[in-house]
């Protein structure tokens, strides 16, 4: 059983930064493949980047060039960069962790998911 923590959340400004983390306890943890998700007020979860055990990464389109994912297997953690953050992404963000990757934008691929960390971006 894989758990995840993430943290680094917060209240910023529109046009600030933030950075989340995710710890995995998990000592394989550079066998999985990782996932950000996040869930608006009042919508669906959505993805917002993969990043592969190989390092292939995939950004929806609407974060492109603003977040960047990196990881540090030797600390069994992901990271999310976040820029030039807009109000549109204030969201509670969830990693996820994935033996396999099959649709990496889906949900159903992702086998292990932290609790989320809230990210309010004002205007």
């Known amino acids: 059983q894989v758990q995840l923590v993430e943290s680094g959340g917060g209240l910023v400004q529109a046009g600030g930064s933030l950075r989340l983390s995710c710890a995995a306890s998990?000592?394989?943890?550079?066998?999985?493949?990782m996932g950000w998700f996040r869930q608006a007020p009042g919508k669906e979860r959505e993805f917002v980047v993969f990043r592969g055990r190989y390092g292939t990464t995939y950004y929806t389109d609407s974060v492109k060039g603003r977040f960047t994912i990196s990881r540090d297997n030797a600390e069994n953690t992901v990271y999310l960069q976040m820029n030039s953050l807009k109000p549109e992404d204030t969201a509670v963000y969830y990693c996820a962790a994935a033996s396999r990757a099959t649709n990496w934008a889906s949900e159903q691929m992702y086998d292990y998911w932290g609790q989320g960390t809230q990210v309010t971006v004002s205007s």
């Open positions: 998990e000592r394989t943890f550079s066998s999985f493949h």
